[in-house]
């Protein structure tokens, strides 16, 4: 059974910073890339940013690149999304996400992140 868990969200000033977690299980988890996605109240979830199955490659949306940053343990089999010079729109439920798994994508129930003063 494929299992998705993120933590450590939370209350963060802005320009502070907060590191997500997702632990996975049920799957080998360095056989495949991951992501991390995000959705803000009255909005569209949006894909925030990718990593390839090595950790190697990564990828970000315009939004967060420069402030964010994707990685791994793959003998910990855990996904990490770092955030940085956070702002108020970064204010989101950010899900981690572990697509084309035996050909489903798997979602996280995610955690809160609220960036306010």
């Known amino acids: 059974q494929v299992q998705l868990v993120e933590s450590g969200g939370g209350l963060v000033q802005p320009g502070g910073s907060l590191r997500l977690s997702c632990a996975a299980s049920?799957?080998?988890?360095?056989?495949?890339?991951m992501k991390w996605y995000r959705q803000a109240p009255g909005k569209e979830r949006e894909w925030v940013a990718a990593?390839?199955?090595?950790?190697?490659?990564?990828t970000y949306a315009d939004s967060v690149k420069g402030r964010f940053t994707i990685s791994r343990d793959n003998a910990k089999i855990t996904l990490y999304l770092q955030m940085d010079n956070v702002k108020p729109e970064d204010t989101a439920v950010y899900y981690c996400?572990?697509?084309?798994?035996?050909?489903?994508?798997?979602w996280g129930q995610g955690t809160q992140v609220t960036v306010s003063s």
């Open positions: 049920g799957f080998t988890f360095s056989s495949y890339a």
């Open positions: 990593i390839s199955s090595s950790g190697r490659s990564t």
């Open positions: 996400s572990a697509p084309g798994v035996r050909m489903k994508d798997y």
